[in-house]
């Protein structure tokens, strides 16, 4: 288990429903970040947040809508989503301290199907 | 602005051999730190080895290192001995000193063929 557990594993949404992923670490990490990966494609940062603050927000559509209650909870809301939006969903965590950096801590990701 | 290439999509190699991913990026800054990320079909992503720019030495991590060439903005990976279970997507990605992002490149597909 790698530190950053993210839940469901899989999810298959109607393009009505309301869903939501969550992400947990318990690293002691400051920052937290919601990337998409799409077939084909790079991957495509989302979200990013630092110590529960939103500082990043990548041209989100607002059908993606974020939460982060504290700094170990990372939640991505989900509703009227489009088939385009299927793809694998990774939530990620760092640590930076005083300028140095030591890299994220990847979640297994949420593989969202929208049908 | 700041990207990362990674040159080849696909690669393969046979069990046992060395083989070496290709990176670069573009960067105006001179602190940072250089990652390789590997993605197997689990999905997972995990890190698989650490540079700081500032540290002339080339990482390296039991059979994987890095050859980093500052002047170059290049930083392949060679992966030596190579195992089955190296097969998987491996992502370059760097962070500027004091950056609140990586920034990744689009990544190469490893298949180690026995």
């Known amino acids: 288990e790698t530190g950053v557990t993210q839940t469901p594993r899989h999810l298959v949404m109607g393009m009505t429903n309301k869903k939501s992923l969550k992400c947990e670490q318990h690293l002691g990490h400051n920052a937290m970040y919601w990337y998409k990966q799409s077939a084909k494609k790079p991957l495509e940062l989302m979200f990013v947040y630092n110590f529960k603050e939103q500082t990043e927000n990548n041209s989100v559509p607002s059908r993606f809508s974020p939460e982060c209650p504290n700094s170990s909870h990372l939640f991505l809301h989900l509703h009227t989503l489009q088939p385009e939006d299927s793809a694998l969903y990774l939530c990620?965590?760092?640590?930076?301290?005083?300028?140095?950096?030591?890299?994220?801590?990847f979640g297994s990701g949420t593989r969202l199907t929208v049908v | 602005a700041q990207t990362v290439t990674q040159s080849q999509p696909e690669m393969s190699v046979q069990e046992a051999e060395t083989v070496t991913l290709s990176c670069t990026y573009d960067t105006s800054e001179n602190n940072y730190y250089l990652f390789w990320y590997k993605q197997p079909p689990s999905r997972q992503m995990i890190l698989v080895i650490r540079q700081e720019a500032y540290k002339q030495q080339n990482a390296t991590e039991n059979r994987f290192s890095v050859n980093f060439q500052k002047a170059a903005k290049s930083f392949s990976l060679k992966i030596s001995d190579s195992q089955l279970g190296d097969t998987a997507m491996y992502f370059c990605a760097f962070i500027v000193e004091y950056g609140n992002k990586l920034v990744f490149g689009a990544g190469t597909i490893l298949r180690v063929k026995s």
């Open positions: 990620a965590s760092s640590q930076a301290d005083r300028g140095q950096f030591y890299g994220y801590t």
